[in-house]
T-cell receptor
Framework: DAKTTQPNSMESNEEEPVHLPCNHS???????IHWYRQLPSQGPEYVIH???SNVNNRMASLAIAEDRKSSTLILHRATLRDAAVYYC???????????FGKGTMLLVSP | NAGVTQTPKFRVLKTGQSMTLLCAQD?????MYWYRQDPGMGLRLIHY???????AKGEVPDGYNVSRLKKQNFLLGLESAAPSQTSVYFC????????????FGQGTRLTVV
C-alpha cells in the first residue's frame, strides 16, 4: 500500500473550520483516498473517500490536489463530538485490505 | 440492522488460556477483517477473509487463527494467550472491492495476565 503522512495532532476551536492535511506523494493512479475517524473508545467510522475530484457529504468535504499527491479533509464547523483520531488511507480497488497509519488526533476546545 | 457486532466486549484471560472472539455482520458483506490496536498506535491487520470459507494472513498473524464457516461470521481464536496479546480487537466488514466503506464493530478489550 502507498504510504500517507499526517500530522500527529491538531487543535481547533468549536464552530471553526478544520483542515486536516494528508500527504501521499507515491499515490498510484488507481488509489482512492479514504478518510476514517475513530472517536474515543469506539471503532473507526467512515468519513469520506474520493479519487480525483473534490467530494462533499454530510460529514465533511475532501479536497484533492490536482497532482493527487496530497489531500485535505475539511470539517466546516467543528463540534466537540468531532474530537477523534482521523486516518487518511489509500486503497486500490484491486486490494482487499485497508492499512491504517497513526492518524491525526484532533482536539476541539469549547 | 445491527451492522457489525463483536462478542464479548471485555475479557480477562490468564496466560496460556484459549478463547474465541466472534464477529457477526448482517449486511451480507463479502470481506471481513480482524485488527488489533495497541495504545497510541493505529490498527494492525491480523487476518482477513475475502469470502465464506476463505482466510488470509495480515500484518501480524502469529498467535492467532481464524475461521469463516458462514458468510456472516468471522471468528478469531487465541489458542494459548500471551500478555503480548493484550489489546483492543476490532472487526470490520466491506461489501465488495469497489471502494465501498468499511464498517467496524465496537471492539473487544482483551487483557492477558
Amino acid at each position: 500500500d502507498a504510504k500517507t503522512t499526517q500530522p500527529n495532532s491538531m487543535e481547533s476551536n468549536e464552530e471553526e473550520p478544520v483542515h486536516l492535511p494528508c500527504n501521499h506523494s507515491t499515490i498510484s493512479g488507481t488509489d482512492y483516498i479514504h478518510w476514517y475517524r475513530q472517536l474515543p473508545s469506539q471503532g473507526p467510522e467512515y468519513v469520506i473517500h474520493g479519487l480525483t475530484s473534490n467530494v462533499n457529504n454530510r460529514m465533511a468535504s475532501l479536497a484533492i490536489a490536482e497532482d493527487r499527491k496530497s489531500s485535505t479533509l475539511i470539517l466546516h464547523r467543528a463540534t466537540l463530538r468531532d474530537a477523534a483520531v482521523y486516518y487518511c488511507i489509500l486503497r486500490d480497488t484491486g486490494y482487499s485490505t485497508l492499512t491504517f497509519g497513526k492518524g491525526t488526533m484532533l482536539l476541539v476546545s469549547p | 440492522n445491527a451492522g457489525v457486532t463483536q462478542t464479548p466486549k471485555f475479557r480477562v484471560l490468564k496466560t496460556g488460556q484459549s478463547m474465541t472472539l466472534l464477529c457477526a455482520q448482517d449486511m451480507n458483506h463479502e470481506y471481513m477483517y480482524w485488527y488489533r490496536q495497541d495504545p497510541g498506535m493505529g490498527l494492525r491487520l491480523i487476518h482477513y477473509s475475502v469470502g465464506e470459507g476463505t482466510t488470509a494472513k495480515g500484518e501480524v498473524p502469529d498467535g492467532y487463527n481464524v475461521s469463516r464457516l458462514k458468510k456472516q461470521n468471522f471468528l478469531l481464536g487465541l489458542e494459548s494467550a500471551a500478555p503480548s496479546q493484550t489489546s483492543v480487537y476490532f472487526c470490520a466488514s466491506i461489501r465488495d472491492l469497489m471502494n465501498t466503506e468499511a464498517f467496524f464493530g465496537q471492539g473487544t478489550r482483551l487483557t492477558v495476565v
